[in-house]
């Protein structure tokens, strides 16, 4: 299978999601969870027939809770996010609920708005450490290579496609913030690290094959070549172990409720641009930069 023989294709079909990506977040920009703007958490499990939604913002009505975010989980239990609520108020909205159902409260949680702006700027501060050291070590692992390609361009590589996996479902999710209120959690954070984690498994792999051929007496087919057929020997693994890891997320995603639910999403979609970059999209890179290269 030539792979790098089609990689205007990929480059092509890639730039396009990061397009889309980058003009929803800027469109729609991210629904941030109050664990990052602060705000309150009120969980409750209904005895009987859980209400809908509309009827449960209806009851909720009189009160000034600013935007209320509505979402069910379990069977019978729902997760109430809004402005932060001060523990009067607390007290009249479970009288409240209570009138038309029987109900009982599981959690009641406030996150204050200066906790919040903390955790955003940590949780910056976490990804940006943890995408330097990515870079780090890959051009450390393979320092061993020096030509035609040099260790810290191995690093380089990975550091734009781990962009492109993580850019991709952060459009996703601007998109469902926007038209169904989903929100951008700390789950979901650790679920995109995750994908950070997971693609440069999969990239390291591809890589590893990588060097191996070009450091083998055996082989003396050209750079391009190299990495095609290293491609095409890492291919059926990196599908492989992408596939099984992506049934056991589908599983979660239907059934695991609705406190897992977008956590699994945003994996599922992380997993599978990363599958997809560590195959068609790094290894390119580095064929395209290597002729780059020869040319100046």
């Avoid at 092509?12 to 969870?33: H, K, M, V």
């Avoid at 750079?223 to 049934?247: C, E, G, Y």
């Amino acid at each position: 299978m030539e792979i790098i023989k089609y990689s205007k294709i990929y480059f092509i079909f890639s730039l396009a999601l990061i397009l889309i990506s980058l003009i929803s977040l800027a469109w729609f920009n991210l629904r941030f969870g109050i664990e990052f703007t602060g705000g309150s958490i009120l969980e409750i499990e209904y005895l009987e027939n859980r209400p809908s939604n509309d009827e449960i913002r209806e009851q909720l009505s009189g009160f000034d809770l600013g935007t209320i975010v509505i979402q069910p989980t379990g069977e019978k239990g729902v997760i109430i996010r809004a402005k932060d609520i001060p523990e009067e108020t607390h007290s009249q909205i479970m009288e409240r609920l209570k009138q038309d159902y029987e109900l009982e409260q599981q959690r009641y949680e406030n996150i204050g708005p200066v906790i919040g702006s903390e955790l955003k700027e940590k949780t910056k501060l976490i990804v940006i450490l943890a995408v330097l050291v990515v870079l780090l070590y890959i051009a450390f692992s393979f320092r061993a290579v020096q030509k035609p390609i040099r260790s810290w361009q191995f690093g380089l590589a990975s550091l734009i496609t781990l962009g492109h996996d993580v850019l991709i479902p952060l459009g996703f999710f601007a998109v469902l913030g926007h038209y169904y209120e989903v929100e951008v959690s700390i789950p979901v954070i650790v679920a995109l690290l995750t994908v950070l984690g997971y693609s440069v498994n999969n990239t390291v792999v591809v890589f590893d094959r990588i060097r191996e051929n070009l450091l083998s007496p055996h082989v003396k087919e050209d750079f391009a070549k190299i990495v095609d057929i290293s491609l095409n020997q890492s291919l059926t693994r990196s599908i492989n172990t992408s596939l099984t890891t992506l049934f056991v997320l589908l599983a979660i995603f239907f059934f695991g409720g609705e406190t897992l639910k977008y956590f699994a999403l945003a994996l599922i979609i992380g997993i599978t641009a990363g599958t997809y970059s560590s195959l068609f999209l790094v290894s390119p890179l580095l064929v395209w930069w290597f002729k780059f290269k020869k040319r100046i």
